[in-house]
Every structure is written in structure tokens, then in C-alpha cells.
């Protein structure tokens, strides 16, 4: 089974860092989009990010090339979803892919009073 994407993007000069490579930060931030977006609609609401763990870098993108972030749910607590998160680029002019980020997110789901609420029962 094919998986899709949860972000897909590309990535712009503003993204870089003094070296002219795409800057880890926005990459942690594109990651984060894509894990909050998978925890919100999985936890059917309101998530936060509580921690964000276990970060690595294995790869290097360049501007123009197109991220695509991959999240798929590792663990879940009583109030909360872990969700694994995985970036690949893709060259611009071409098809070649490299893994240049990955990480670890923690959500907590709040309800409407913003306070800790239970995983649905699908989760737990």
C-alpha cells in the first residue's frame, strides 16, 4: 500500500540556513505541521505538542526541492498520541528521493476548556 503524505511542500530561500542548505528548523516545523494535522484528526479535536524527541538528519535538500512528510502513530496514553514523523525530499528536476529528516512528536488532546482529554475508545 502506497502511503501518502501528510505535508507536501517546497522548500524556498527563506527556508535556508547561513549555508545555503534548507535550514533544520523549518524541517522540524514542517514535520510538526504534519504530525499536529494526523493528531488532530485521529484524536478528533484540539492536540498539542507536548515533546518533540529522538530528531535526526540523515540527509541534506536543497531550495527547490520538494518535502513531503510521512507520520503514522507509534503509541497512545491515556490523553495522549506519540507519532513518529519521517521527511523526504525529492530533487526538483528529477525523481531522486533522500530521507533528510526524522522525529518524534507527543500530543496531548485537549477539549474545549483546553484540558486533557481521553483518546476515543479506537485509540485506547
Same mark, same amino acid.
Given at each position: 500500500?502506497?502511503?501518502?503524505?501528510?505535508?507536501?511542500?517546497?522548500?524556498?530561500?527563506?527556508?535556508?540556513?547561513?549555508?545555503?542548505?534548507?535550514?533544520?528548523?523549518?524541517?522540524?516545523?514542517?514535520?510538526?505541521?504534519?504530525? %499536529?494535522?494526523?493528531?488532530? =484528526?485521529?484524536? #478528533? !479535536?484540539?492536540?498539542?505538542? +507536548?515533546?518533540?524527541?529522538?530528531?535526526?538528519? @540523515?540527509?541534506?535538500?536543497?531550495?527547490?526541492?520538494?518535502?513531503?512528510?510521512?507520520?503514522?502513530?507509534?503509541?497512545?496514553?491515556?490523553?495522549?498520541?506519540?507519532?513518529?514523523?519521517?521527511?523526504?525530499?525529492?530533487?526538483?528536476? %528529477?525523481?531522486?528521493?533522500? =530521507?533528510?529528516? #526524522? !522525529?518524534?512528536?507527543?500530543? +496531548?488532546?485537549?477539549?474545549?476548556?483546553?484540558? @486533557?482529554?481521553?483518546?476515543?475508545?479506537?485509540?485506547?
Amino acid at each position: 500500500m502506497a502511503r501518502e503524505p501528510l505535508i507536501r511542500v517546497t522548500a524556498m530561500p527563506a527556508d535556508t540556513n547561513p549555508y545555503g542548505g534548507v535550514f533544520g528548523g523549518w524541517l522540524m516545523s514542517q514535520m510538526a505541521l504534519g504530525a %499536529g494535522s494526523l493528531a488532530s =484528526r485521529e484524536g #478528533q !479535536g484540539k492536540a498539542v505538542v +507536548v515533546s518533540a524527541t529522538d530528531f535526526a538528519f @540523515p540527509g541534506a535538500m536543497q531550495v527547490g526541492d520538494e518535502l513531503s512528510v510521512y507520520c503514522e502513530i507509534a503509541n497512545t496514553g491515556n490523553t495522549s498520541l506519540t507519532i513518529t514523523a519521517e521527511a523526504i525530499a525529492r530533487e526538483r528536476n %528529477g525523481v531522486a528521493e533522500t =530521507r533528510v529528516a #526524522q !522525529g518524534t512528536f507527543k500530543f +496531548v488532546l485537549l477539549d474545549e476548556d483546553d484540558r @486533557p482529554r481521553a483518546v476515543a475508545e479506537r485509540w485506547a
